[in-house]
């Protein structure tokens, strides 16, 4: 069964730096996707990406997050410069039409020290 | 998208079914229910949605009530594994797709 995949997944940085968080996403799918859980809360939306494009976005997602698909297969999720609150699990998802389910990786944990 | 709202919690038995309720009478014409759920810390997993017919698919079936203001998540023969939290999540596939998370249902399958 095709899956979603996180590279790393686990990902240790000093504040300030700047961190890069992978996907690959299923291989028909359209529609990518970044969530980010904060220990012991909510899973929350960060950003939709469809088209190579930024289709909705949540004030979380600031000007130092930015989202790509580089070589048009991975996407990834940048972080310019981190701060201690950025540490959190962040789980990609994808899907194949906006209307379908959404299928979600198994999340990077980013500590930020 | 419409506010919904879960029991924070609920036990199981293994073997029983188990009934997950979720509240959304705001909901509109166009608004899907969604159920997800999250097993510990691992990425949410999709397990049924509909718009105001019953759906059943191998994991479980998804009954709405007749004027769409609540819902009910059915696991028939509930495992140890469906042990997670459950989300359901109204949503307007027509203008977003963003998934709101609330604080779920945390089922707990006991032997």
């Known amino acids: 069964e095709p899956e979603v995949t996180q590279t790393p997944s686990h990902q240790v940085t000093q504040m300030g730096q700047e961190v890069i968080l992978r996907c690959v996403p299923i291989?028909?799918?359209?529609?990518f996707y970044w969530y980010r859980q904060i220990l012991g809360q909510k899973v929350e939306f960060l950003v939709s990406f469809y088209n190579n494009e930024i289709s909705e976005k949540s004030e979380i997602f600031d000007d130092q997050f930015s989202v790509e698909r580089p070589d048009g297969s991975n996407f990834t999720l940048k972080i310019r410069s981190t701060k201690l609150e950025d540490s959190a699990m962040y789980f990609c998802?994808?899907?194949?039409?906006?209307?379908?389910?959404?299928?979600f990786g198994p999340g990077t944990r980013l500590t930020v020290l | 998208d419409a506010k919904t709202t879960q029991p924070p919690s609920m036990d199981c038995a293994e073997g029983r079914a188990a009934n997950l309720p979720c509240n959304h009478s705001?909901?509109?014409?166009?608004?899907?229910v969604y159920w997800y759920r999250q097993i510990h810390s691992q990425g949410p997993q999709y397990i049924i949605h509909g718009l105001k017919n019953n759906e059943t698919n191998e994991m479980a079936s998804l009954i709405i009530t007749e004027d769409r203001k609540s819902s009910t998540l059915i696991l028939p023969h509930a495992t140890l594994r469906d042990t997670a939290v459950y989300y359901c999540i109204v949503l307007n596939t027509g203008t977003a797709s963003k998934l709101t998370f609330g604080t779920g249902t945390r089922l707990q399958v006991t032997l």
């Open positions: 998802a994808t899907g194949l039409a906006v209307s379908d389910e959404q299928f």
């Open positions: 705001t909901i509109s014409g166009n608004e899907y």
């Open positions: 291989s028909n799918h359209l529609y």
